[in-house]
Every structure is written in structure tokens, then in C-alpha cells.
């Protein structure tokens, strides 16, 4: 599993998420009972965060299935980019917009998923871009980012969702996101189910969504703010991928979110900037980083 943070304020966007990569087979069960999972072992250097465009201010925060079939989902956001550069698309660097790309990678992912074999497991997995489309990174003025999301489930995209279309200032996570739900929001994600099954009369999930929407805006945590610097945003992202991993490690349960933190941030001026990153090799026996 993962988690992923996305904080926009007007200085630019950060990414944020952990590095656990878990292998997880299926349980022999009744099939009345569903699918369940078995966590053989969890991995702890899975690269999550990607810049989709060299020298542009766009990236991307992966969270879900590490892989579609034998490609884990860090070669293939590479394979992306470099579809991108490389002209294997038609796409025009200098004018691209943030929804643009994001479907486009949709549609790549889509086309992985279509060339599986017809006993390969479908993926579920997420991603969140965050950066600036092209016309907003010459002109003067407000030109804020955006913060767009790929969700697939078995195999299947949903369209493209603009994440922050009424105000590009806020916090986004997904993932295993229990304990980020109960700091920021105030309550579990699990509360709307509670009350359905302890109220009398059983309410409507109509009536539970406007109490649900009532306690959020009585109970979240206001924290994120406009004018927040980039570098508080910065420390904002990685402490609460911190805390999601020490949720993790306390709760019952195989360590599903973990390992070193990874973070960028992505400003209109100063483009796709890493702040955090782990290498598997040495600097100094690498004369080229190779990206």
C-alpha cells in the first residue's frame, strides 16, 4: 500500500509519500466471503514520485498496485516521460495543459493494462499530478497550480478529476489514509457505516453525508493557508507521510506504509525541485546520475 500527499498552496505544490511496496497473495476463502489478501512481505525502497517532463513544473505521486504485469509503475511513469520528450506522441511541450497530460497518461496506462494476458490480475492504483499547465508558467500575475487524479480499479480508469476545482489551496492524500483522515478531518472514514448501523431509524445515505459534511466542517483541522511558504509546505508534506507511517507501524497488522520519505516540490518559476530522494547507488562511483 502507500500514501501520497499533495499540499498546494500559492507558492506551488508539494508531492510527498513513503516507500513500501507490498506482495500480497490471495486467501483461500469461501466465496461468499469476498477476496482477501495475505501479505507475504513489504518492500521498502519503491519509488513513488516522478518529474513527468524535464524542465517542466509538473510531477506525479503514485499510490496502489507497485505494477501493471511485470513493470513496476516507476519504469513505466519513465517510459511516459519519455514518450513525452522523445515526440512519441503528439505533444507539444510548450503547450501542453495539466488535464491534457493527465490524460494522456490515463491512456498509456489504459494501454498497459490492455496488453496483459487474460489471467493477469488487473491493477488498482492512483496517481495525483500536480504542476502548472504551460500558459501559466510565462505569464505574470495569480497563475496558481493544479492538482489533477488517475484512479483505476481492476484494470479500469475513471476519467481524469480535477482535485481542487473551487481553489487551488488545500491538502490531498489517498492511499491508506485512516490516520490522515482522523488528524485532518476529525473522524475515521469508517464513521458513516457506524452511524448507519447504530441510528434508529437507519438514515438515508443522503441524511449521513450532510452529518458527515456538518462534523467535517465542525471537527478538520484548519492548517494549510494561502500564503504558507513553500519550505513550511515542505515540512508540512513529509511530517504527515511521518505520521502515516507510524500509524502503520503501531497499528495491528503487516507495516504497509513505510520506508524512507520522498518528497518535491514543483513552483512556477523554479520548476520540478527534489527535495528528499533515496538512490540505490553511490554518487561517487556515478559520474552521471542517471534519472
Known amino acids: 500500500m502507500s500514501i501520497a500527499v499533495a499540499i498546494s498552496v500559492h507558492d506551488g505544490i508539494v508531492l510527498a509519500a513513503d516507500s513500501a511496496s507490498t506482495l500480497a497473495a490471495a486467501l483461500p476463502v469461501p466465496a461468499a466471503m469476498g477476496s482477501q489478501q495475505a501479505v507475504l512481505t513489504v518492500w521498502n525502497n519503491a519509488n513513488k514520485i516522478a ?65 496483459l494476458g487474460p489471467n493477469d490480475p488487473r491493477p488498482s492504483l492512483g496517481m495525483m499530478l500536480g504542476g502548472y499547465s ?43 489514509g485512516e490516520s490522515l483522515a482522523r488528524l485532518l478531518t476529525g473522524f475515521s472514514p469508517q464513521l458513516p457505516q457506524v452511524l448507519q448501523a447504530i441510528l434508529k431509524p437507519t438514515p438515508s445515505p443522503q441524511q449521513v453525508a450532510g452529518l458527515m459534511g456538518f462534523v467535517a466542517n465542525k471537527l478538520q483541522a484548519p492548517i494549510v493557508f494561502a500564503p504558507m511558504p513553500i519550505q513550511d509546505t515542505i515540512d508540512l508534506a513529509e511530517w ?4 502515516a507511517i507510524m500509524w502503520s507501524r503501531f497499528t495491528p497488522g503487516a ?28 554518487r561517487e562511483f556515478n559520474e552521471e546520475v542517471i534519472e
Open 134 to 176: 504551460a500558459d501559466k508558467t510565462t505569464g505574470e500575475g495569480e497563475n496558481l497550480g493544479e492538482v489533477w487524479s488517475i484512479a483505476m480499479q481492476n484494470g479500469v480508469c475513471s476519467p481524469p478529476q480535477n482535485m481542487r476545482p473551487q481553489g487551488p489551496v488545500g491538502i490531498s492524500f489517498a492511499g491508506e
Open 51 to 115: 518529474n513527468l517532463l524535464k524542465g517542466k513544473s509538473i510531477g506525479c505521486v503514485a499510490y496502489g498496485s507497485g505494477s501493471i504485469g511485470s513493470a513496476s509503475i516507476s519504469t513505466l511513469l519513465k517510459d511516459f516521460r519519455l514518450r513525452l520528450r522523445e515526440g512519441l506522441e503528439d505533444f507539444n511541450p510548450d503547450a501542453y495543459t495539466m488535464q491534457e497530460v493527465t490524460q494522456r497518461l490515463s491512456n498509456f496506462l489504459g494501454e498497459r493494462v490492455a496488453a
Open 255 to 282: 507495516p504497509v506504509v513505510g520506508g524512507p520519505i520522498e518528497s518535491a516540490a514543483i513552483t512556477k518559476h523554479e520548476g520540478f525541485k527534489w527535495i528528499r530522494r533515496k538512490h540505490y547507488f553511490q
Open 240 to 243: 504527515l507521510v511521518h505520521t
